[in-house]
């Protein structure tokens, strides 16, 4: 280790971040020469150019990208091991934690949050923010500090995942609805007037796949952006929404719902953040309290 220089980690770490030599000199405090001067040693280090030009910007290499998310959390791990041990004073905590999710999640899971949060830590609030894609860079840049959904590919390889409960998609329909009585069959359910959630990346298609696979397709008569509206359609209408059964149980009250008549697999929805949080602990107390309200209500 004589001949190895641990300083760079930190500073290929914020390179990585960056894309760019002057952002990562900023960060850092540091000259942009001084920076240029890093960078060269990480090239020799590591045998690889790392960042290089595009147009006017830099891209990484393959290797920058293998190395990312792996240094990231050497950085995360020496930090911790550096930093002294605080002992979390829940009374006194004062602190704001922004919530990405879905608002059927909100509604079904939010009340019991906040009620433990503010029986535990009753200076901190929680701000739920709607959740329109699976975009990660909400965590990435902290704007975010916690995440629920389904992981998609299009999630940053760094982001940590933690599992809360399985759900199932299912009909939903007003009371007194046609298909709130008799034998449900997959005709009956396809030939029914539909309200379709429209999002980048929601697994509600895999319906339509497995409609497809018997020759049935469902009579679309709207499309929304949200469960949430979806299902306020379908409780002032004759209209259909299919919806993830437990994630949207607080928004279905007082609405009949029912098994889907098609083979469709179940799913997991997840807790995300970002490692710079992991060992943060007030952190790690508001994932557990996720984690203990979503399992309960399971």
Known sequence: MDNVDLNLLATLDVLLDE???VGAAKRLQLSASAMSRAL????????????????????????????????????????????PALKLDLQSLT??????????????????????VSAEAPLVQLSFLAKQDKDSAPLRDGRVD?????IAQAMGPEIRAL???????????????????????????????????????????????????KGLARHVVATV???????????NSDIVATVPEKHTAGLCEGMHRF???VAVDDFTI???????LDADPAHRWLRSLVRDVCRSAG
């Not at 990405?100 to 433990?116: C, D, K, N, Q, V």
């Not at 916690?146 to 389904?150: A, F, I, Q």
């Not at 952006?225 to 409780?235: E, K, M, N, T, V």
């Open 19 to 21: 894309g760019s030599v």
């Open 40 to 83: 060269a040693r990480l090239r020799e280090a590591t045998g690889d150019p790392l960042l290089v030009r595009a147009g006017r910007g830099l891209v990484p290499t393959p290797r920058a990208l293998e190395l990312r998310g792996r240094v990231r959390q050497v950085v995360i791990d020496a930090e911790a091991v550096l930093r």
């Open 95 to 116: 602190r704001t934690f922004a919530i990405r999710s879905t608002e059927g999640f909100t509604e079904t899971f939010g009340p019991e949050l906040i009620a433990r």
């Open 146 to 150: 916690l995440e629920t959904g389904v």
């Open 163 to 213: 599992g809360l409960f399985r759900d199932r998609f299912v009909g939903v329909v007003r009371r007194g609805h046609r298909l709130s009585k008799g034998r449900m069959t997959p005709e009956r359910y396809a030939a029914a007037r539909h309200v379709v959630v429209e999002r980048r990346g929601l697994r509600a298609a895999m319906v339509d796949d497995v409609l497809e696979r």
């Open 225 to 235: 952006g949200g469960f949430g509206p979806a299902i306020a359609l379908a409780r």
């Open 259 to 261: 098994k889907l008549p």
């Open 270 to 276: 997840s807790l995300f953040w970002h490692p710079r």
